[in-house]
């Protein structure tokens, strides 16, 4: 245990039992049974803030148990300096208090400083457009700052929620002005034109709206997480229906193959068609097999155009279709085939 | 910084501690540690309004450090005006007090009135049915306009609540009534059938009521950007519903083509199938081929088409099957294949 | 400008600093800054909803720039019969308040009733699990009023709150008692019994619950919608997860026949395979290739059928394959590849 | 209309004008406006709960129109025995009142439990796992009891607000408890040691917490509808995903078998390779074709399971490629088509 | 039923009447309709906490019903001890109830450990972005856990609710501390500087306080529930994406072969091309077909990149295309349906 008088620092051991004799403290008073707690006892005031536990005294200021907390830089380069100013004309509880408030909303505001950049790196790196599918270790990192932002809010709004108790009972904020009940010389001193209870509600107040600011900012950045989060969803739905339509046009064009190769199979056959000498047949099939398949694939995809745009009145670019005479049976048959594919859908 | 009495303008230079002995302040109080506070402090109205500082005393208003935040053209040109102008019987920290807080306002209303038509564009051009894909850039400048309407909700909830805090206590309306208090020979003039302190309720409350309109038309606007983003998706769910479905059909077209390929494929085999020499076979087999494609995929059209709507009673339109007799057994077969298949889907 | 006597109508312009005095009301009182208002000045009520902006004093009713605003008919046909009846034996003002909050209220339940039939219109046919996609006009009807909705929304809780800061305050609602405080021989008299100010207080409350009623019904809607959005997308999904089920077996028969079709292809070859003069080999060969694709496809699609669900212990269904030697053998094996289709789908 | 004396009943209809004379009410008391609500008049207390309207009077319990709205088996059979018992020693207003609200939470406690199962049902079908695609008749009844749960919910909330202003105002308890001022016999008798007012007041709260505990039920219930909503879209993508992957697969066997029919293909050209005569060479070339199709597809899916599963460090089974001499240019090519591919992904 | 004296445990069974008797209680308050209940009656207090049921005297504590709950074991190992401590100088009723709200408290604190680990496990789990499709078993744990953990959310709520209500009133306390009405003697003893009233407020905020906590964790819980789905959402649509990006690729390949497949069946007909001759052909060809698919399939997949990336400024990288004379018009043909592709997508 440690031991801070009015600018000068002394560290000594003490059991419980003992402190509270000292302070005729009840043994319950040091219980610290909540994470956040702010209670004024027989002219003492109580503190507990996450891992920093404290008790005010008119004349000093013990922390309790402060080792291996990563709190002891800070209780010796900063808050002796702190208390011993005398900017204030007002007494040492108000220096001490206030010292503690800060500490507590600075480290607030240090986590949420953590948070916040880590946060809007990983959003704009998963919002771009570019990417074609969110990187999971970033999703990871998000899913970490998000939980960490979401423990901050609770510890925000518990901290809010103790001191807007103590605002909203005027005798709580009488009971914490100690110097006014313990030292009627010093308080008449120091109070000229002053009323202490109004200064600490001031000070509480002052705090109060720190912690509402850091509030807002932690709700603005949720939301901006579920904003970012509807866009990436957004982004990855138009990636796939790009890529389906492209999957679709090639789908197309090997249906159009596949239908026309089927001619170069049915000559493959050894079966005779009796056109097996004619030099020019070959060049006549090869032909229409591929500006066959080419003029599907068109219509096809001038279909899907017109299929993914209804409301626009298209005039559907017909393709002029002269064929010669010997393979109008066969066109015959792909433009049923069309036709009913077109009514069918 | 600059100094405005009733209507002229004097700009000067001064130490934050001569002001405070001048008007007999304490230095805390013109720390302005929150972004938008108004509170009264010996006969001053302390004001902050983000980048906007000002004290109202009862005979004029000074705003401090106003450079370089693109107020100039507002001070030199609106306020002024606006604080000569003897409109109200009221006294002069009214005028400054309804000036000040247009502004606020009035800022605020700009921001909406530039986020708003970026937003209903953007809205208006994402939502629209015919597009496929959403435009990333547009995306990009929803998010963007999404997170300044946030920022923009929060600010009016912060000003609505300083606002509250003030009407909900009586005392600190009537503190801001600073020349009932200073210069009661004024107060008695101005204030015939007057009540300064409900004058000072109604302006504040009008204010109020404006940033909750604004807070309002912010809301549904956040309202309408969620239920654009349900529409977005809707929509790239039925493209994509669609464009399945197309391929899912040519799927179909190409697995038909395939099956009876197959044969064409069959009888290309370099294998001695006696019918090499009859000519009839070719145009049997090929025929058979083009044939049989078309109506399994129809018979597996017709089959998407009532697995899609199993509620509607159809009748299955059974195609006209004549066929030549030497392929009734495979008939029979593709027959069986596919009624087997519709009845056990 | 417009005069309403207690059942006698009066039209006449006047400007608005001649009624200011005539009423000896203060310019300011008379500028709506709000859409929404309702307060008392010096015996008057000046109430403002929308576009209706109405002046109560105990003998008459002036409604202003009503021109152009869709008012007419409602002023003409039913605000004189309604102010001149004697239903109450309140006084004037009682009844004038009554017919613009009924006004009010019968504006919103209209607006409400113009958007709901549409919505669930609209909802009917999308939920409708039979479509395969949305229709997206359907949708940007659904927006549309979404919209409406979310401004009904926000006017109702304006009208709501106006109502309730009234309520909340005893003083105004005995301010709005007009007679009480100007004719006090009519206010003796009709108030044989009966307390103005609870009067008063029971007709606003009468509004507010009825208002309160149209929010119900307003977020009831709301739900509605967000619960369709739901509905829509788990309709679209599983539309699209059947029509992937189809598609994933169509590919498997492509895959098999593809397959079998390899030792056709390679049959093709012209290459010597010493099978060439075997006439049973064709037959052989193809008979293979459709039963090897035929079972091959058998097996995926069991395979597909146990992977997707995983839980069911299931002994996969080994086909007992005997064959025939010639074409009995095709006939067989496709019968029994779409039996074990419907079996494991 | 109907007539309850203390456990007789008495049938008889009455005008509305007359019944209020009786009553010494005014007619607009008796109109009903809102859905629910509890009042107390001159004596009497009136109540309407939807379809129930009722006036109470220390005497007896008049229902009004009470035909053809289901109430009448409930009327008769349990109402009047419940007015009968005399378990409690108090006054017969808290019996009418206590049967009324008994009723009223009964109506609400059973449009739950209708609701309940058949949500928990259709939510236990619509999660199994097992199932590929939803139900869509079991959405349907899904969303019809999810508006019927948000209908309940608004009454319950209703019914909460009535209870919950007359909790708020003692005056209004005072009014409820009618025996205390009509009958002050009675009164004097009944309260030995009891405070009517308390025991009006404990009797609404009773109430007021039965309806807490269904409006707690009601949330519930949906948090979990959403929940299930979400594991609903989570199974349906996952089952997506998984048959995605095997088309993928299947696809991949495709492309592998097309790469190396390419081969056979190409030797089936009527065009002379020089080949056509070594009978080892068809061997080779169809043993080439499927080996090769076979390695490119594990390649090719190995690839995709490195792919999906990025992080685990996994030595890529290179497979033995040994190739003959007179291939190599193939494989060079074959594998640059790989090498590109994996570099452009 | 049982019977606890101060220390002593006295087993017994009594009917629900004599128990009213002998505590001058009414039928009426045993009646434990609510769930959660603590009230104050003629100087016992009666407490029900779901399954516990207890009434406190100043020289007693009695538990009802206590068998079949699994609460002997607590009854008898930890209550008898903690009733018979004499740690506070407070009587006993202090005890009991202290007792009894910390065992409320470490049972709900109980559910919340049971539920956590569980959660976050399957959280863990399901989040992997390893996994490509969540697994089914796990998502019905997070179901029913998601449901136990809405429950404890309304039972704390509910816990919460009572003691507010409670704290809310200060007669209600007064009346909590039966030793002050009903045995004057020990009040005073036991009261030396201490206010029985405000030691009941502390206990009664503390566990207050701790239910608070609890809530708190579980709406951090809840939380991190929805952050996951919407997490596992992306990873599922991510690991789609990559799957159809690959597939999009393979199709790519495939049509590209079969394309220029189409070559190869064209020289496959049997019909006369006038190449047959030339041994050279078959080399053209068949290199012409392999590296017209690979040159093809490369061009789409570049076309595909610059798709998936629009913004970023890329040279198309023309490969460059040396072909040979008597296929230019092949390559034309190619070139101009690649062409149409891209002006059409």
């Avoid at 008449?188 to 107040?205: C, Q, R, T, V, Y």
């Avoid at 694939?297 to 005479?325: D, K, Y």
Wanted: aromatic share 6%; charged share 25%.
């Amino acid at each position: 245990m440690k031991f801070d008088q009015e600018g000068n620092v002394t560290t000594f051991e003490k059991k419980k039992t003992e402190l509270c004799q000292e302070l005729s403290l009840q043994a319950r008073d040091l219980r610290f049974q909540h994470s956040t707690s702010l209670t004024a006892r027989n002219n003492c005031i109580i503190i507990r803030m996450e891992s920093l536990k404290a008790i005010v005294t008119p004349e000093h200021l013990s922390v309790l148990d402060f080792r291996g907390l990563g709190l002891e830089r800070w209780l010796v380069l900063d808050l002796a300096p702190q208390l011993a100013s005398h900017t204030h004309s007002l007494p040492f509880e108000f220096r001490a208090l206030e010292a503690i408030l800060q500490h507590k909303v600075n480290t607030l505001q240090a986590r949420l400083n953590d948070v916040e950049p880590s946060i809007l790196d990983t959003l704009e790196s998963l919002v771009d457009p570019k990417i074609l599918s969110a990187d999971r270790s970033k999703l990871h990192i998000l899913l970490q700052n998000s939980k960490s932002l979401s423990e901050l809010e609770t510890d925000v709004k518990v901290f809010k929620d103790s001191l807007l108790k103590i605002l909203d009972e005027d005798e709580i904020i009488e009971e914490l002005c100690l110097t006014k009940w313990t030292d009627p010389r010093v308080f008449e001193e120091s109070s000229l034109g002053i009323d202490h209870a109004e200064e600490m509600e001031l000070l509480l107040e002052n705090y109060y709206m720190q912690a509402e600011e850091l509030g807002n900012k932690a709700r603005e950045l949720r939301g901006l997480i579920d904003d970012s989060e509807s866009v990436i969803f957004i982004n990855l739905d138009s990636h796939r229906n790009v890529m389906m339509r492209l999957n679709l046009q090639l789908t197309m064009g090997s249906f159009s193959l596949t239908l026309f190769g089927l001619i170069g199979v049915a000559f493959g056959m050894n079966l005779t068609s009796s056109f097996e000498e004619d030099p020019r047949v070959f060049w006549l099939v090869t032909g229409f097999m591929f500006l066959g398949s080419g003029m599907i694939w068109r219509r096809l995809l001038s279909f899907l155009g017109r299929h993914l745009e209804p409301s626009i009145p298209s005039l559907p670019s017909l393709p002029n279709i002269t064929f010669l005479n010997d393979k109008t049976h066969v066109i015959c048959n792909t433009r049923s085939v069309t036709n009913c594919h077109s009514s069918c859908l």
